[in-house]
């Protein structure tokens, strides 16, 4: 779903950062050899996931829900010298894409990847992030988010992608539908979780930025 008219859309994209070539190869590559390319993050929202995170200058950054790597080279661009991003994806399969525009960034050896459920992965990790996005299996939003704020510290970020699923939760809710139904609880916890400041953006196909109090 479209949420503005296309001559606006098109004109907010002319009117932001040029999207960086490897990041354009990379989008090509996607659209071409990978199902369900419209799952990449892009141009528009990964200049704001860039922006976001030089703004940050974040130390340590977890990704839940890799895909090719388009939004980890994004928030990678943000990250202090020695700074980490962690990057978590339960399909090993796409590993091969992401390690060839990983390893063409500057990027390289500051990304570790990692196969697995995200939620039985967090409580491994022995550092608090300063900046999280979350872009995987909706129905395990809430977990997600759950294991994060353990991880998290006073001022930690928490970008939550695909809040607004195509507009499905303003629609009529269908009893089968379980997947906008935790999407709904989600951002329903979110704006009004004592532990967050929230505001939920209109950006693409919604994204809510969490500041842990």
């Given at each position: 779903?479209?949420?503005?008219?296309?001559?606006?859309?098109?004109?907010i994209v002319e009117h932001s950062q040029k999207e960086p070539e490897l990041l354009s190869e990379l989008s090509r590559e996607t659209h071409l050899k990978v199902?369900?390319?419209?799952?990449?993050?892009?141009h528009f929202q990964g200049r704001v996931l860039s922006l976001f995170s030089k703004l940050i200058n974040p130390k340590y950054i977890l990704e839940i829900g890799t895909?090719?790597?388009?939004?980890?080279?994004c928030l990678a661009e943000g990250l202090q010298k020695e700074g980490e991003l962690h990057t978590i994806d339960v399909n090993p399969?796409?590993?091969?894409?992401?390690?060839?525009?990983?390893?063409?960034?500057?990027?390289r050896n500051q990304i570790h990847q990692h196969i697995g459920d995200a939620v039985d992965l967090i409580p491994g990790f022995n550092m608090e992030f300063d900046l999280v996005f979350i872009d995987a299996e909706k129905k395990q939003y809430d977990a997600y988010f759950e294991a994060v704020l353990k991880k998290s510290?006073?001022?930690?970020?928490?970008?939550?992608?695909?809040?607004?699923?195509?507009?499905?939760?303003?629609e009529p809710l269908s009893p089968k539908d379980k997947t906008t139904k935790a999407l709904l609880d989600f951002n329903k916890k979110l704006a009004t979780d004592p532990r967050v400041e929230t505001v939920l953006l209109p950006i693409r196909d919604g994204l809510t930025m969490s500041r842990v109090i």
């Open positions: 779903m479209h949420f503005l008219p296309e001559l606006i859309e098109s004109y199902i369900q390319p419209r799952m990449i993050t892009g895909y090719t790597g388009y939004s980890a080279l399969e796409l590993e091969s894409i992401q390690n060839k525009y990983f390893n063409k960034s500057s990027f510290k006073s001022g930690t970020v928490i970008l939550s992608d695909n809040v607004l699923w195509t507009g499905k939760v303003v």
